[in-house]
C-alpha cells in the first residue's frame, strides 16, 4: 500500500544529504515524487516506490 504523501510535507530520510540535511519539502505527488532538501534547496525526482523507501517519517503537526 502506498505511503500516504501530500503536497508540502516535510519528510525525514534514513540517509542525510551531502550538505548534511535529513529533512525533505514534498513538492510533488504522483508516480514519481519530487523533493526538496530542506538545507541547501537542491530537487530531486525519484520513482515513489525509491522515495518511500528512503523516508523514515512523515513530519507533520498535530491536527493535519
Do not use: F, Q, S, Y
Amino acid at each position: 500500500m502506498p505511503m500516504d504523501l501530500k503536497l508540502n510535507d516535510r519528510v525525514e530520510m534514513k540517509k542525510p544529504h551531502p550538505c548534511g540535511e535529513r529533512v525533505w519539502i514534498v513538492t510533488r505527488v504522483g508516480m514519481d515524487v519530487k523533493l526538496r532538501c530542506a538545507g541547501c534547496g537542491r530537487e530531486v525526482m525519484l520513482p515513489r516506490a525509491k522515495a518511500e523507501k528512503g523516508v523514515k517519517r512523515i513530519l507533520r503537526e498535530e491536527g493535519t
